[in-house]
């Protein structure tokens, strides 16, 4: 496949966020849609604990992504929010997509004040395979479902 | 909480696959929905590299799954695949979820190598913003998009 002709473009490092210097792959972020920003902060951001990591506005595709992650880009698993400047409604869920999870170390707490903000709790905190960590399933204010993963032994 | 005299319910570390001595909260993998798990390992394992790091099957939800990643678990960025039982058909897909990103240290070979696969490839390698790295987007053969980010400074 061609790939371009164009010339090397000028490089700005602000814009590598995932660096520069891989030599190997590695997951990235995972990407889901908003209509609006105000929803996904109030969940991801008040209600988890995340941070924003940067804003970017992509004229030529007529977006806005938003990163946000628990650490920086270099431990991974960011999740990427895009508003498209066009849109017309709320984002569709299909069957395929099914979640992020995120491993908490107290999902009862966080399962609670999640409830406490409003979020629907599909799951409540369980073990769903015997000698297996709790887990709980909870919408977003999106509709996209989050799962939470004990991540430290009770 | 008050101690009591309540056993605690029997641990597997074979289960936490996560760790069990996390302080703080982290993404750690991205589940997506497969009718068959061939397609996706000819994706993500042949074409893209990954390895399969486990496979579980969770009776009480009728469901298996399988986790694939280019690291262990420890480095975030893991991919679920899970297969239903009982699904009867293939899994769709909205317009809400996007795709999840890998980075790669020479996207246009990854490209090439997937579209000799069969691959669809949606978007080939492109800088959106100027003195950004180049991007590509694919669709893997379950028809989730992929984006593909270059890691190395060309």
Redesign the interface.
């Known amino acids: 496949?061609?790939?371009?002709d164009?010339p090397?473009?000028?490089?700005?490092p602000?814009?590598?966020v995932?660096?520069?210097?891989?030599?190997?792959?590695?997951?990235?972020?995972?990407?889901?849609?908003v209509k609006e920003w105000e929803p996904a902060l109030r969940f991801y951001i008040d209600g988890?604990?995340m941070k924003m990591l940067d804003r970017?506005t992509?004229e030529?595709?007529r977006t806005d992504l938003m990163f946000i992650?628990?650490?920086d880009y270099s431990?991974?698993?960011?999740?990427?929010l895009?508003r498209l400047w066009d849109d017309e409604g709320?984002?569709?869920?299909?069957?395929?997509?099914?979640?992020?999870?995120?491993?908490?170390?107290d999902v009862v707490g966080?399962v609670a004040k999640l409830e406490a903000m409003g979020a629907e709790i599909v799951t409540p905190p369980t073990?769903?395979?015997?000698?297996?960590?709790h887990v709980a399933f909870v919408k977003d204010f999106?509709?996209?479902m989050v799962?939470l993963?004990q991540?430290?032994?009770?």
């Open positions: 496949m061609p790939v371009t164009q090397k473009p000028d490089f700005n602000a814009l590598w995932w660096g520069s210097e891989d030599s190997a792959p590695r997951v990235l972020h995972t990407m889901i849609r988890l604990g970017f992509v030529v595709r992650g628990f650490g431990q991974g698993g960011v999740i990427e895009v709320e984002p569709t869920h299909g069957t395929g997509y099914g979640h992020v999870a995120i491993g908490a170390p966080a073990v769903l395979i015997p000698g297996g960590p999106n509709g996209y799962e993963i991540t430290s032994r009770m």
